[in-house]
Nanobody, 121 residues
Framework: QVQLVESGGGLVQAGGSLRLSCAAS????????VGWFRQAPGKEREFVAA????????DIADSVKGRFTISRDNAKNTGYLQMNSLKPEDTAVYYC??????????????WGQGTQVTVSS
């Protein structure tokens, strides 16, 4: 059974930082691309970042480019999203996802339950 479990969300002031983790089990993590998405209240889910299984390919949404960094540690079966210079508009539920085929759409095979990130002004 595949499981993706996000952690690291919380409440932070504008300008602060958070590091989200995505712990994977039940799959050969090193062969899956990892993506991060977010959904704010009343809005559609949007792409944030993706990283290929080797880390050779990375895509970051323009809205967070220069502030967010995606990485992975295949030895730990974990993906990460480092979020710096957070803004109130970054407030959302953040989801990690995994897919065998690297994409920046939301066409992912497996999804986590999400972790809430709230940025206060």
């Amino acid at each position: 059974q595949v499981q993706l479990v996000e952690s690291g969300g919380g409440l932070v002031q504008a300008g602060g930082s958070l590091r989200l983790s995505c712990a994977a089990s039940g799959l050969t993590f090193s062969t899956f691309a990892v993506g991060w998405f977010r959904q704010a209240p009343g809005k559609e889910r949007e792409f944030v970042a993706a990283i290929s299984w080797t880390g050779a390919s990375i895509d970051i949404a323009d809205s967070v480019k220069g502030r967010f960094t995606i990485s992975r540690d295949n030895a730990k079966n974990t993906g990460y999203l480092q979020m710096n210079s957070l803004k109130p508009e970054d407030t959302a539920v953040y989801y990690c996802a995994a897919t065998l085929h690297y994409v920046t759409s939301d066409d992912y095979d497996y999804w986590g339950q999400g972790t809430q990130v709230t940025v206060s002004s």
